[in-house]
Protein backbone atom coordinates (compact mmCIF):
# COMPACT_ATOMS: atom_id res chain seq x y z
CA UNK A 1 0.00 0.00 0.00
CA UNK A 2 3.14 2.37 0.57
CA UNK A 3 4.39 1.86 -2.59
CA UNK A 4 0.85 2.48 -4.19
CA UNK A 5 0.64 5.47 -2.66
CA UNK A 6 4.42 7.09 -3.04
CA UNK A 7 4.11 5.92 -6.90
CA UNK A 8 0.84 8.54 -6.67
CA UNK A 9 2.98 10.76 -5.25
CA UNK A 10 5.37 10.59 -7.97
CA UNK A 11 3.72 10.72 -10.87
CA UNK A 12 1.90 13.57 -9.48
CA UNK A 13 5.11 15.59 -8.90
CA UNK A 14 6.29 14.81 -12.52
CA UNK A 15 2.87 15.62 -13.49
CA UNK A 16 3.15 19.07 -12.19
CA UNK A 17 6.65 19.95 -12.74
CA UNK A 18 5.68 18.97 -16.38
CA UNK A 19 2.72 21.64 -16.08
CA UNK A 20 4.53 24.20 -14.50
CA UNK A 21 7.15 24.01 -16.94
CA UNK A 22 4.93 23.89 -19.66
CA UNK A 23 2.95 27.06 -18.62
CA UNK A 24 5.72 28.84 -18.19
CA UNK A 25 6.75 28.02 -21.55
CA UNK A 26 3.98 28.91 -22.59
CA UNK A 27 3.63 32.35 -21.08
CA UNK A 28 7.41 32.68 -22.01
CA UNK A 29 6.31 32.45 -26.00
CA UNK A 30 3.28 33.90 -25.60
CA UNK A 31 5.16 37.31 -24.39
CA UNK A 32 7.48 36.93 -27.08
CA UNK A 33 5.09 36.94 -29.48
CA UNK A 34 3.07 39.39 -28.68
CA UNK A 35 6.05 41.45 -28.11
CA UNK A 36 6.86 40.93 -31.70
CA UNK A 37 3.32 41.23 -33.20
CA UNK A 38 2.35 43.87 -31.66
CA UNK A 39 6.12 46.30 -31.36
CA UNK A 40 6.38 49.49 -31.75
CA UNK A 41 5.47 51.08 -35.36
CA UNK A 42 7.48 53.93 -36.71
CA UNK A 43 6.79 56.21 -39.85
CA UNK A 44 8.30 54.72 -42.59
CA UNK A 45 11.38 57.04 -43.84
CA UNK A 46 9.70 56.72 -47.31
CA UNK A 47 5.79 56.16 -48.01
CA UNK A 48 4.30 55.51 -51.39
CA UNK A 49 1.29 56.70 -50.15
CA UNK A 50 0.50 60.41 -49.32
CA UNK A 51 2.17 61.64 -45.97
CA UNK A 52 1.50 65.05 -44.85
CA UNK A 53 4.66 66.63 -46.15
CA UNK A 54 3.43 66.17 -49.49
CA UNK A 55 0.21 68.59 -49.22
CA UNK A 56 0.85 70.77 -46.26
CA UNK A 57 1.16 73.97 -48.12
CA UNK A 58 -2.98 73.01 -49.28
CA UNK A 59 -3.66 71.51 -45.66
CA UNK A 60 -3.55 73.27 -42.61
CA UNK A 61 -3.56 71.21 -39.28
CA UNK A 62 -3.18 71.21 -35.84
CA UNK A 63 -1.06 69.36 -33.38
CA UNK A 64 -3.14 68.00 -29.85
CA UNK A 65 -1.69 65.56 -27.51
CA UNK A 66 -3.81 63.93 -25.04
CA UNK A 67 -3.66 60.84 -22.51
CA UNK A 68 -4.09 57.18 -22.62
CA UNK A 69 -3.21 55.75 -19.25
CA UNK A 70 0.33 56.32 -19.06
CA UNK A 71 1.26 57.25 -22.09
CA UNK A 72 0.72 60.60 -24.28
CA UNK A 73 -1.17 60.42 -27.64
CA UNK A 74 -0.50 62.22 -30.95
CA UNK A 75 -3.38 63.58 -32.48
CA UNK A 76 -4.33 65.89 -35.41
CA UNK A 77 -7.02 68.26 -36.76
CA UNK A 78 -7.79 68.57 -39.62
CA UNK A 79 -10.52 71.14 -41.64
CA UNK A 80 -10.92 73.60 -38.13
CA UNK A 81 -13.45 76.03 -40.16
CA UNK A 82 -15.60 72.97 -41.05
CA UNK A 83 -19.03 72.67 -39.98
CA UNK A 84 -20.44 69.46 -40.76
CA UNK A 85 -19.75 67.37 -37.69
CA UNK A 86 -16.55 65.96 -36.89
CA UNK A 87 -15.00 62.92 -37.66
CA UNK A 88 -12.56 60.79 -35.39
CA UNK A 89 -10.59 58.36 -37.26
CA UNK A 90 -9.11 55.21 -36.00
CA UNK A 91 -6.01 53.68 -37.67
CA UNK A 92 -5.26 50.02 -38.68
CA UNK A 93 -2.55 47.84 -36.81
CA UNK A 94 0.82 48.21 -38.51
CA UNK A 95 0.52 52.24 -39.25
CA UNK A 96 -0.56 55.46 -38.17
CA UNK A 97 -2.50 57.96 -38.67
CA UNK A 98 -1.00 59.76 -41.48
CA UNK A 99 -1.87 55.97 -43.14
CA UNK A 100 -5.28 57.22 -43.92
CA UNK A 101 -4.65 61.09 -44.95
CA UNK A 102 -6.24 60.21 -48.55
CA UNK A 103 -9.59 59.17 -46.51
CA UNK A 104 -8.66 62.29 -43.85
CA UNK A 105 -8.77 64.96 -47.00
CA UNK A 106 -11.64 63.49 -48.34
CA UNK A 107 -13.43 64.10 -45.29
CA UNK A 108 -12.38 67.69 -44.95
CA UNK A 109 -12.72 68.30 -48.41
CA UNK A 110 -16.72 67.43 -47.67
CA UNK A 111 -16.81 69.91 -45.11
CA UNK A 112 -15.95 67.96 -41.76
CA UNK A 113 -13.39 68.43 -39.42
CA UNK A 114 -11.31 65.37 -38.74
CA UNK A 115 -9.81 64.54 -35.65
CA UNK A 116 -7.67 61.38 -36.57
CA UNK A 117 -4.51 60.16 -33.92
CA UNK A 118 -1.69 57.65 -33.37
CA UNK A 119 -2.70 55.01 -31.13
CA UNK A 120 -0.01 53.76 -28.62
CA UNK A 121 3.03 52.58 -29.23
CA UNK A 122 2.58 54.00 -32.81
CA UNK A 123 4.23 56.74 -35.26
CA UNK A 124 4.43 59.92 -33.48
CA UNK A 125 2.86 58.95 -30.17
CA UNK A 126 3.90 57.35 -26.85
CA UNK A 127 5.05 53.83 -25.94
CA UNK A 128 7.12 51.16 -26.47
CA UNK A 129 4.62 49.22 -28.18
CA UNK A 130 0.73 48.77 -29.28
CA UNK A 131 0.46 46.02 -26.27
CA UNK A 132 -2.13 43.62 -28.12
CA UNK A 133 -5.55 44.39 -30.26
CA UNK A 134 -7.61 45.84 -27.14
CA UNK A 135 -5.18 49.02 -27.24
CA UNK A 136 -7.34 50.64 -29.95
CA UNK A 137 -10.57 50.70 -28.57
CA UNK A 138 -8.56 52.00 -25.23
CA UNK A 139 -7.24 54.70 -27.39
CA UNK A 140 -10.40 56.04 -28.75
CA UNK A 141 -11.92 56.20 -25.46
CA UNK A 142 -9.24 58.12 -24.65
CA UNK A 143 -9.65 60.20 -27.51
CA UNK A 144 -13.09 60.58 -27.51
CA UNK A 145 -12.43 61.59 -23.73
CA UNK A 146 -10.53 64.54 -24.65
CA UNK A 147 -12.95 65.78 -27.46
CA UNK A 148 -16.07 65.89 -24.71
CA UNK A 149 -13.63 68.15 -22.87
CA UNK A 150 -12.65 70.78 -25.89
CA UNK A 151 -15.39 73.10 -26.01
CA UNK A 152 -14.87 74.09 -30.07
CA UNK A 153 -16.16 70.51 -30.17
CA UNK A 154 -19.33 70.91 -28.60
CA UNK A 155 -21.71 71.63 -31.07
CA UNK A 156 -20.42 69.28 -33.56
CA UNK A 157 -22.02 65.95 -34.17
CA UNK A 158 -19.40 63.37 -33.91
CA UNK A 159 -18.92 60.40 -36.56
CA UNK A 160 -16.82 57.70 -35.87
CA UNK A 161 -13.98 55.61 -38.82
CA UNK A 162 -11.87 53.20 -38.32
CA UNK A 163 -10.20 50.16 -40.21
CA UNK A 164 -9.17 46.56 -39.30
CA UNK A 165 -7.67 47.37 -35.53
CA UNK A 166 -9.54 50.54 -35.81
CA UNK A 167 -12.94 49.02 -37.29
CA UNK A 168 -12.67 47.17 -33.91
CA UNK A 169 -12.34 50.13 -31.82
CA UNK A 170 -14.98 52.54 -34.13
CA UNK A 171 -17.71 49.42 -32.84
CA UNK A 172 -16.76 48.49 -29.44
CA UNK A 173 -16.38 51.32 -28.48
CA UNK A 174 -20.35 51.39 -27.54
CA UNK A 175 -19.50 49.13 -24.63
CA UNK A 176 -18.54 52.62 -23.03
CA UNK A 177 -20.71 55.60 -23.12
CA UNK A 178 -19.81 58.39 -25.66
CA UNK A 179 -22.35 60.58 -27.78
CA UNK A 180 -21.94 59.30 -31.27
CA UNK A 181 -23.76 60.42 -33.89
CA UNK A 182 -22.92 57.51 -36.57
CA UNK A 183 -20.12 55.14 -37.12
CA UNK A 184 -18.36 53.24 -40.07
CA UNK A 185 -16.67 49.99 -39.59
CA UNK A 186 -14.49 49.14 -42.62
CA UNK A 187 -12.98 45.25 -42.22
CA UNK A 188 -13.56 45.40 -38.36
CA UNK A 189 -13.35 41.77 -36.23
CA UNK A 190 -15.52 41.48 -33.61
CA UNK A 191 -13.09 40.82 -30.46
CA UNK A 192 -9.58 40.30 -29.88
CA UNK A 193 -8.98 36.54 -28.43
CA UNK A 194 -11.51 35.09 -31.69
CA UNK A 195 -9.08 37.39 -33.59
CA UNK A 196 -5.56 36.22 -32.22
CA UNK A 197 -6.89 32.53 -32.13
CA UNK A 198 -7.41 32.71 -36.02
CA UNK A 199 -4.02 33.90 -36.41
CA UNK A 200 -2.69 31.46 -34.18
CA UNK A 201 -3.96 28.65 -35.80
CA UNK A 202 -2.73 30.08 -39.00
CA UNK A 203 0.94 29.69 -37.47
CA UNK A 204 0.76 26.29 -35.65
CA UNK A 205 -2.57 24.69 -36.32
CA UNK A 206 -3.96 23.01 -33.61
CA UNK A 207 -1.74 23.55 -30.76
CA UNK A 208 -3.24 26.95 -30.53
CA UNK A 209 -6.15 25.42 -28.93
CA UNK A 210 -3.89 24.14 -25.87
CA UNK A 211 -2.16 27.79 -26.14
CA UNK A 212 -5.59 29.27 -25.61
CA UNK A 213 -5.96 28.80 -21.71
CA UNK A 214 -2.63 31.00 -21.25
CA UNK A 215 -3.47 33.28 -24.52
CA UNK A 216 -6.80 34.78 -22.72
CA UNK A 217 -4.85 35.01 -19.41
CA UNK A 218 -2.13 37.05 -20.50
CA UNK A 219 -5.17 39.32 -22.56
CA UNK A 220 -6.43 39.42 -19.05
CA UNK A 221 -3.33 40.44 -17.39
CA UNK A 222 -2.60 43.10 -19.88
CA UNK A 223 -6.11 44.59 -20.69
CA UNK A 224 -7.83 43.60 -17.65
CA UNK A 225 -11.86 43.81 -18.38
CA UNK A 226 -11.45 45.25 -21.56
CA UNK A 227 -9.60 42.32 -23.13
CA UNK A 228 -13.25 40.84 -23.86
CA UNK A 229 -15.20 43.63 -25.21
CA UNK A 230 -16.72 42.39 -28.55
CA UNK A 231 -17.74 44.62 -31.19
CA UNK A 232 -20.88 42.80 -31.36
CA UNK A 233 -21.89 43.96 -27.52
CA UNK A 234 -21.01 47.38 -27.94
CA UNK A 235 -23.53 47.66 -30.79
CA UNK A 236 -26.30 46.07 -29.19
CA UNK A 237 -26.10 48.80 -26.08
CA UNK A 238 -26.67 51.63 -28.41
CA UNK A 239 -29.17 52.37 -31.34
CA UNK A 240 -26.47 54.68 -32.90
CA UNK A 241 -26.61 54.03 -36.73
CA UNK A 242 -23.65 51.94 -37.51
CA UNK A 243 -22.31 50.76 -41.48
CA UNK A 244 -20.42 47.84 -41.59
CA UNK A 245 -18.14 47.03 -44.47
CA UNK A 246 -16.35 44.16 -45.27
CA UNK A 247 -15.30 42.37 -48.55
CA UNK A 248 -15.81 38.87 -48.96
CA UNK A 249 -12.54 37.99 -49.62
CA UNK A 250 -10.95 39.33 -47.20
CA UNK A 251 -8.61 36.64 -45.62
CA UNK A 252 -6.96 38.93 -42.80
CA UNK A 253 -10.10 39.62 -40.65
CA UNK A 254 -11.68 36.70 -42.13
CA UNK A 255 -14.89 37.60 -43.79
CA UNK A 256 -16.88 34.63 -42.59
CA UNK A 257 -15.15 34.09 -39.55
CA UNK A 258 -14.07 36.53 -37.28
CA UNK A 259 -14.93 39.70 -38.84
CA UNK A 260 -18.14 41.79 -37.04
CA UNK A 261 -20.33 41.39 -39.95
CA UNK A 262 -19.98 37.42 -39.68
CA UNK A 263 -21.99 38.03 -36.58
CA UNK A 264 -24.74 39.62 -38.14
CA UNK A 265 -27.77 37.25 -36.74
CA UNK A 266 -26.13 38.34 -33.43
CA UNK A 267 -27.27 42.10 -34.19
CA UNK A 268 -29.93 43.74 -32.09
CA UNK A 269 -29.35 47.16 -32.79
CA UNK A 270 -31.96 48.11 -35.67
CA UNK A 271 -30.11 51.24 -37.26
CA UNK A 272 -27.14 48.57 -38.35
CA UNK A 273 -26.44 48.56 -42.06
CA UNK A 274 -24.22 46.21 -44.26
CA UNK A 275 -22.46 46.97 -47.06
CA UNK A 276 -20.58 43.87 -48.39
CA UNK A 277 -17.80 44.72 -51.23
CA UNK A 278 -17.34 41.85 -53.68
CA UNK A 279 -15.91 43.70 -56.55
CA UNK A 280 -12.93 42.07 -58.01
CA UNK A 281 -9.61 43.41 -56.51
CA UNK A 282 -11.79 45.97 -53.91
CA UNK A 283 -12.95 43.18 -51.46
CA UNK A 284 -9.99 42.09 -49.51
CA UNK A 285 -8.48 43.93 -46.47
CA UNK A 286 -6.39 46.66 -47.41
CA UNK A 287 -7.99 48.35 -50.80
CA UNK A 288 -11.48 47.85 -50.37
CA UNK A 289 -11.43 52.38 -50.59
CA UNK A 290 -8.69 52.10 -53.40
CA UNK A 291 -9.74 53.16 -56.70
CA UNK A 292 -9.31 50.33 -59.81
CA UNK A 293 -6.69 53.05 -61.32
CA UNK A 294 -5.17 52.94 -57.68
CA UNK A 295 -4.92 49.36 -57.42
CA UNK A 296 -3.34 48.84 -61.48
CA UNK A 297 -1.17 51.78 -61.09
CA UNK A 298 -0.08 50.01 -57.29
CA UNK A 299 0.11 46.29 -59.10
CA UNK A 300 2.34 48.09 -62.01
CA UNK A 301 5.02 49.37 -59.37
CA UNK A 302 5.01 46.58 -56.83
CA UNK A 303 5.68 44.72 -60.08
CA UNK A 304 8.55 47.18 -61.43
CA UNK A 305 10.26 46.99 -57.62
CA UNK A 306 9.77 42.91 -57.83
CA UNK A 307 11.77 43.32 -61.05
CA UNK A 308 14.53 45.31 -59.41
CA UNK A 309 14.55 42.96 -56.68
CA UNK A 310 16.00 40.03 -59.19
CA UNK A 311 17.92 42.05 -61.12
CA UNK A 312 20.04 43.25 -57.98
CA UNK A 313 19.43 39.87 -56.51
CA UNK A 314 17.24 41.65 -53.64
CA UNK A 315 20.45 44.09 -53.04
CA UNK A 316 18.65 47.11 -54.99
CA UNK A 317 21.69 50.17 -55.16
CA UNK A 318 20.41 53.13 -53.40
CA UNK A 319 20.76 54.51 -56.42
CA UNK A 320 18.30 52.31 -58.01
CA UNK A 321 15.64 52.98 -54.74
CA UNK A 322 15.80 56.42 -54.91
CA UNK A 323 15.29 56.56 -59.15
CA UNK A 324 12.06 54.29 -58.23
CA UNK A 325 10.66 56.48 -55.34
CA UNK A 326 11.21 59.62 -57.21
CA UNK A 327 8.77 58.12 -60.22
CA UNK A 328 6.11 57.20 -57.95
CA UNK A 329 2.92 59.37 -58.06
CA UNK A 330 1.53 59.41 -54.51
CA UNK A 331 -1.52 61.21 -55.26
CA UNK A 332 -2.46 58.52 -57.55
CA UNK A 333 -1.54 55.95 -55.63
CA UNK A 334 -3.53 56.98 -53.08
CA UNK A 335 -6.56 57.20 -54.94
CA UNK A 336 -9.82 56.44 -53.71
CA UNK A 337 -12.88 54.90 -54.48
CA UNK A 338 -15.59 57.40 -54.70
CA UNK A 339 -18.57 55.56 -54.41
CA UNK A 340 -17.13 54.01 -51.73
CA UNK A 341 -16.35 57.14 -50.05
CA UNK A 342 -19.50 58.69 -51.28
CA UNK A 343 -21.37 56.01 -49.28
CA UNK A 344 -19.35 56.83 -46.21
CA UNK A 345 -19.91 60.33 -46.45
CA UNK A 346 -23.85 59.84 -47.13
CA UNK A 347 -23.71 57.49 -43.91
CA UNK A 348 -22.76 60.76 -41.90
CA UNK A 349 -24.62 63.45 -43.82
CA UNK A 350 -27.92 61.19 -42.86
CA UNK A 351 -27.55 61.31 -39.35
CA UNK A 352 -26.62 64.41 -37.99
Known amino acids: MNRKKKAIKITFIILLTVFVLFSA????????????????????????????????QQYDRELLTFPSGKNQLQGYLY????????????????GGAESYLAET??????????????????YQSEGKNSIGLSQSVIDLDAALTFIEQEARF?????????HSWGGYAVTAIFNYNHNIAASVSVAGFN?????????????????????????????????????NLSAVNGINRTDT?????????????????????AFRNSITNPNVHYKVCEGEKQNNHNRLFMSLDAIAYADAKNAEWD??????????????????????DKLQMSELDATFMQDVVTFFETYK
Not at 154 to 162: D, K, M, N, T
Not at 191 to 213: H, N, Q, R
Not at 307 to 328: C, G, T
Open 25 to 56: ASFIFIKISFDDLFGRTEMDEFSSFLRYKDVE
Open 79 to 94: GTENTKGLVVQSHGLG
Open 105 to 122: LYFVDHGFQVFSFDNTGC
Open 154 to 162: AELPVYLYG
Open 191 to 227: EPMGMILDWATDMIGAFAYVEYPYIYLYQQILFGKNA
Open 241 to 261: PILLIHGNQDTVVTYETVATI
Open 307 to 328: ALSEQYHNEIPDAEKEAYRANI
